[in-house]
């Protein structure tokens, strides 16, 4: 059973920063995907940032591109997400997401399985 745990959410003023990270346990896989999403009240879940276990392919959504990086620590599987510059526009629930072998369209939300519970990010203007 793969499990997915987000921390790092809170409140801050636009303009501020917040790192995110996602530990995942029970999994065994050799290459994977994993990706961050945020859903905001109303709408539709959005993929923020992704990337390969090899770390050689990373992918930004254009809203958060220059702005957000992720990042991976594989000896503790774990994943990042630093979010400098924010806006109230990033207010939402962010979702850590996981799913093994290659994923094509690594930012669509219907690609991955295994998901965590979330960790609120609000910024205020």
């Known amino acids: 059973q793969v499990q997915l745990v987000e921390s790092g959410g809170g409140s801050v003023q636009a303009g501020g920063s917040l790192r995110l990270s996602c530990v995942a346990s029970?999994?065994?896989?050799?290459?994977?995907?994993m990706a961050w999403f945020r859903q905001a009240p109303g709408k539709e879940r959005e993929g923020v940032a992704a990337m390969f276990s090899d770390g050689d392919n990373t992918f930004y959504a254009d809203s958060v591109r220059g702005r957000f990086t992720i990042s991976q620590d594989n000896a503790k599987r774990t994943l990042y997400l630093q979010m400098t510059d924010l806006k109230p526009e990033d207010t939402a629930l962010y979702f850590c997401?996981?799913?093994?072998?290659?994923?094509?369209?690594?930012?669509?939300?219907?690609?991955?399985?295994?998901w965590g519970q979330g960790t609120q990010v609000t910024v205020s203007s």
């Open positions: 997401a996981a799913e093994p072998g290659w994923v094509g369209a690594a930012l669509q939300a219907s690609k991955y399985n295994n």
């Open positions: 029970g999994y065994t896989w050799k290459y994977f995907c």
